[in-house]
């Protein structure tokens, strides 16, 4: 844990996951941490979430009781093709552990979100719902409310999302998140049906992360809470369900049978079985000349400053990992404006690099049948440079899942790098 060599008061605007995992790194290590969010309340919302080595590894240490979550951990990653249902390749899970030095766990984002509630109120930390921001003054620094109400404080920390009020703000730039042209549907199954039928039964009961890989769309599931509930996430080409003002719509089960009617048996079982659920639009953002204000006392953090599609699961880990750069930053014995500088130099890089490839990876699953699909799926056997998936070389999976965002002085997979490094299990 790095000693501060300063107190801030700190006010983070955005109580997501990001927000609120920036608030419980920084309020134990000795800051003031106010979070306020414009959310009327803070309830059950989303689906399932990954948690890679790379995040899980920072949570645990913060004092996220990930113990008592209710998780589920997957043995491998199977893709597998979207018409006959015939693998492309399984890549092993099985020593996560001891080669990342951290599990990798499959969660609701509700329950990650209610943990990360409860360790920061937990370590002191002040958090207001009903709260939205409407202007900011970066030079004192402070934040108003639509109700007048101003939160003054020596940091402000923008972390509200991909429609962030703050981002346009702090760049002194207007911007439009770019519509990528795909949905997401995010679905939740029991358990219980899913065992009452012998083919989809192992879905539950030898818990996988599955890819089914097709034209203009990839599926991916993976149970949740002990396995209570199978979660899927389709990313699907965008049918214009979703406007620039509506990001957010009801999907309609019927719609999404007919959709994968010419998918493997599973696939049309499991569309049947789907109740209510929820499309996204998936949009992303140009990469910001800036995350700090000019006055070195406001910075941008998560998806307000480098939002992730969801093709590599990395956008929640990258928001804590900005979390744990920020908070080492500060403990430097360096002014604010340049701590924020260095946090900003660290970090770039590397969520520059996870943002190209989350976008290539939108391509790559989606490939249309046909020979550049039948080279594609050759070469994501291969364990080396030529595989399109990022993570399916083992050295980029180090790269990604082996990272300790606490430890600056080394990029990449340096978890074994930290002070009394040893492989980290929840508690």
Request: hydrophobic share 35%.
């Amino acid at each position: 844990m790095p000693q501060t060599r300063r107190s801030l008061n700190v006010l983070i605007v955005g109580a997501g996951l990001g927000g609120l995992a920036t608030g419980l790194a920084l309020q134990t290590d000795g800051h003031k941490v106010t979070i306020i969010d414009a959310a009327p309340e803070f309830g059950e919302a989303g689906a399932g979430i990954r948690v890679p080595p790379n995040s899980s590894r920072l949570l645990i240490r913060w004092g996220v009781d990930m113990e008592s979550m209710k998780k589920s951990v997957s043995s491998r990653y199977h893709f597998i093709r979207w018409e006959d249902g015939k693998t492309i390749v399984k890549l092993p899970f099985n020593d996560i552990v001891e080669t990342h030095g951290a599990p990798y766990y499959l969660v609701h984002r509700a329950d990650l979100h209610d943990g990360l509630i409860t360790a920061a109120r937990k370590a002191g930390v002040t958090i207001h719902a009903n709260k939205r921001v409407i202007s900011y003054d970066f030079d004192a620094p402070s934040a108003t409310t639509q109700n007048g109400e101003t939160f003054k404080a020596d940091l402000v920390i923008g972390a509200d999302g991909i429609k962030s009020i703050c981002r346009p703000l702090l760049t002194g730039q207007p911007d439009i998140p770019r519509d990528t042209g795909d949905v997401a549907y995010r679905i939740l199954i029991p358990q219980e049906k899913l065992l009452a039928d012998p083919e989809l039964a192992d879905l539950i009961t030898d818990p996988c992360t599955t890819s089914w890989c097709g034209p203009d769309a990839h599926i991916v599931g993976y149970p949740i809470r002990n396995g209570e509930q199978y979660n899927i996430v389709v990313c699907a080409t965008s049918y214009q369900e979703t406007t620039d003002e509506v990001w957010v719509v009801k999907g309609d089960n019927s719609e999404l049978c007919n959709r994968f009617a010419k998918w493997e048996s599973r696939v049309q079982k499991l569309c049947a079985l789907t109740g209510e659920f929820m499309k996204w639009r998936l949009c992303d953002l140009p990469d910001l000349t800036r995350w700090v204000h000019p006055s070195g006392k406001a910075v941008l953090l998560g998806d307000s400053c480098h939002p992730m599609l969801p093709y590599l699961a990395q956008g929640a880990a990258q928001s804590f990992e900005d979390a744990a750069v920020i908070r080492q930053c500060l403990s430097m014995d360096v002014d604010l404006p340049d701590a924020l500088k260095r946090y900003e130099d660290i970090r770039k890089p590397r969520v520059t690099l996870v943002q190209a490839k989350t976008r290539e990876h939108q391509y790559i699953l989606h490939i249309e049948d046909g020979s550049e699909q039948q080279e594609r799926d050759v070469k994501m056997q291969h364990n080396g440079t030529d595989n399109p998936v990022f993570w399916g070389f083992d050295e980029r999976r180090k790269w990604l899942f082996s990272h300790d965002a606490e430890v600056l002085e080394k990029a990449g997979a340096n978890w074994q790098d930290a002070p009394h490094a040893a492989p980290l299990r929840a508690h």
